[in-house]
């Protein structure tokens, strides 16, 4: 086996769930996970799903500009609904893409004098105001996370740990993203380069359009051509943290389209916003501990440089808050202005 990749693997989610074929199927995903971080999963169920979801795209972002930002995200304190094209950053760009982020519905409310001012990051929805709208991503969200959560449990058994390893730091609100990237300029940044921050795995659905790249250990971009009906499942930085790195998060971008737009579909798995720094460095420990000896990855397991594992937040919830102020300033600035003006002069040790 090789250091790096230079595709992407694939991995066929019937083959995990046959006892006959589970244990190749096993070791197959246990080598997309250390080698890329990245893979495509055939196979999982949700093709019909994925396709109406695509197929509803278009007339989603076709809406009206009044009626799309009658949803718009200056709107939600746990930053989900519709930001316009160019609002949001990522490395320091403007990324040329629009979209619209829901989450979980049905949490419980959180209280303004009594919850830690994080868990105002778990929030109901804002939709558009379109036939079929709010049920589709309600759909969405309950079946992907029925799939990630039974993937989480093989990923355990990849990494020769109980199948319930990480069921504990389930959190309570998933996300979604309905994205359209427009036609731009060659080589436009679509979404700049990134490791995904919002829980534990991502599986997204993309066209057949094309612009996702994965950096691999060479420095070099691995281009993730899209695999009709499969999904995208990658390590996100809170499993990193998890894990203690040895499961490592990829970065990763989207090149913006040149010929046609481009749309897609990224569900997050949720982490629970309650982790501390010294809950964070206990699992990591502890699952190292778990690797077998032989296994030369447990060389992998290195202190993370993310701001999940900084001194400078009491919990999980509120370093992904600081990310989430950063990437849309807006918001930020409305709800959280004084966290705005202290995290956007912090600089991470």
Partial sequence: MTDTFTSIPIVDFRRLQNPETKA????????????????????????????????KLPELFSLPT??????????????????????ETTASQTDLREQFDFGTSGLKPWAENHDPFWQRLEGESQYPDHPGAKELVEEYISESAKLSQEFMRYVSECLSLPPTTFESFKGNMDRLKFVKYPQAAPGSQGVGPHKDSTGLFTFLSQDDTGGLQVLNK???????????????????????????????????????PTKK???????????????????????????????????????????????FLSPLYSCFGEAYLRNRILSHPDVGQRWYPELYEKYSKQVLS
């Avoid at 070099?220 to 499961?247: H, K, M, R, Y």
Wanted: aromatic share 8%; with cysteine; glycine share 8%.
């Fill in 218 to 256: 060479n420095g070099d971009w691995v281009d993730a051509p899209p695999i009709a009906g499969s999904l995208v499942v990658n390590i996100q930085q809170g499993f990193e943290a998890i894990t203690g790195g040895i499961c490592t998060a990829t970065t990763h971008r989207v090149i913006a």
């Fill in 261 to 307: 737009t481009r749309y897609s579909i990224p569900f997050f798995l949720g982490v629970r916003m309650d982790l501390t720094l010294d809950q964070l460095r206990e699992s990591a420990a502890h699952i190292v501990k778990c690797i077998p000896a032989s296994d030369d990855r447990k060389k992998r397991a290195v202190d993370v440089p993310s701001e």
């Fill in 24 to 55: 190749d199927a096993l070791t197959q995903l246990r080598e997309a996970i250390f080698l890329a971080g990245f893979l495509y999963l055939t196979n999982h169920g949700l093709e019909s799903l994925t396709q109406r979801a695509h197929a």
């Fill in 66 to 87: 009044e009626v799309k930002e009658k949803c718009d995200m200056i709107n939600s304190p746990s930053f989900v609904g519709y930001t316009r094209l160019g609002a």
